[in-house]
């Protein structure tokens, strides 16, 4: 992970797109972080939660159909809360004040994963090194998949545009069984330093623990309250998992893992072509952006590149300062990638499944000049 190192040049791009960001919130007298909107949003997607959570151990939600029902919405609500409150608060965009989102990141308890692993994974192996072979872990799933050029072709790759689907819906599911520990033992093993605090032992305690916590609140309570049948009871568990798991996975990966996205090599010296601003444009593409409800209701994630950019921006801003950044990108003749709405955010990502199921062309799809790159991969047109 240390040995990477991006490009100084053209940093004059860095500094304009910052200073046009910063003029805009300036000129507006509006801060960068959350305000009331987010709070409302919190509200919806709390609720959307846990009221029908509260409905069936109530025992005032009683048929089979409409516990599964109850189950599924939960799953929306699951994903909505880890989009929409979580992932803001965990970049510390939620709040200006960081106890409000160290407080707010630990909704992600709720969800059944570990927040001090989510950072290091996502804030900064994710957003440090996008797209980066052996950086970047959400190019990296199991070996059934392949996300990068760079990684291992198998013969049953050629299907993984079909069943990739099946196990997007496993995300979460993972986190509450196995990954947070294999992570935490990666991450102890790399000698990355996750809180200020605790140690990994002390982490390790955690972890149980909120697992613990975790099953008893969200499958225990409810095979001893909710009135049907333990197996629908489970069932319903499940459900609700695959829902926030295909909805979460297929929201992150059709902005990276596209037909327009890079992924870059270093040189023998561990240098990348582009500055960091820069490799954001060339390894993200956003989608929807006129779909106001859409974005409201992902987090604002349909703008990947802004958020990429900005991390430290509220998701509540991106819809406004996108247009500042696709007017930068045009201004010194860079990439901005964009789908006009999420179904075609989704087929391209299929194509690039497909793809690389098929191909092993990682000499086409490194760090080439995005003209260059278009006519090797006329194969997306």
């Known amino acids: 992970m240390g040995n990477i190192k991006y490009s100084k040049d053209k940093l004059d791009f860095t500094t304009d797109l910052r200073n046009s960001v910063n ?18 949003k919190t509200i919806f997607m709390s609720l959307l939660y846990l009221a029908p959570f509260i409905l069936m151990i109530s025992g005032l939600v009683s048929s089979v159909i409409l516990v599964l029902l109850c189950w599924f919405i939960m799953g ?22 960081q106890k409000v989102n160290r407080f707010f990141g630990n909704s992600l308890y709720l969800l059944g994963g570990f927040p001090a692993n989510w950072r290091f994974q996502h804030n900064t192996l994710h957003h440090g090194f996008t797209n980066i072979e052996g950086h970047d872990e959400d190019i990296a799933p199991p070996g059934i998949l392949r996300f990068s050029p760079h990684r291992p072709i198998k013969a049953i790759h050629r299907y993984q545009h079909i069943y990739a689907w099946f196990f997007y819906s496993l995300m979460t599911i993972s986190w509450i069984v196995a990954k947070d520990f294999k992570r935490l033992k990666k991450y102890e093993e790399m000698g990355a330093k996750l809180s200020s605090k605790r140690n990994f032992n002390k982490l390790l305690i955690d972890i149980i623990i909120s697992k613990i916590l975790y099953y008893s609140v969200f499958l225990i309570i409810p095979l001893l309250t909710i009135p049907v049948s333990w197996y629908w009871v489970i069932g319903g568990f499940l459900l609700m998992h695959f829902t926030s798991g295909l909805v979460l996975s297929t929201i992150f990966q059709t902005a990276h893992v596209v037909p327009t996205s890079e992924y870059p090599i270093p040189d023998g010296n561990g240098e990348l072509d582009n500055n960091w601003t820069i490799h954001q444009l060339y390894t993200t593409c956003d989608y929807s952006p006129k779909s106001t409800i859409f974005s409201w209701l992902v987090g604002g994630l349909n703008y990947q590149v802004e958020h990429h950019l900005f991390p430290y921006i509220s998701h509540i801003h991106y819809r406004d300062i996108s247009e500042i950044v696709q007017a930068k990108a045009k201004e010194h003749n860079l990439p901005y990638h964009v789908n006009k709405n999420f179904a075609q955010a989704v087929w391209q990502h299929i194509k690039m ?8 062309e990682s000499a086409k799809l490194t760090a080439v000049p995005v003209s260059k790159k278009k006519k090797s991969m006329a194969v997306f047109q």
Request: proline share 2%; charged share 15%; glycine share 12%.
């Open 23 to 40: 003029e805009y919130f300036s000129k507006n007298n509006i801060q960068p972080h959350g305000n009331w909107k987010i709070y409302v």
């Open 76 to 97: 929306l609500g699951m994903s909505g809360l880890g989009m929409v409150t979580m992932h803001d608060a965990n970049h510390g965009s939620f709040s200006k004040n």
């Open 353 to 360: 499944l497909k793809f690389l199921g098929e191909f092993d």
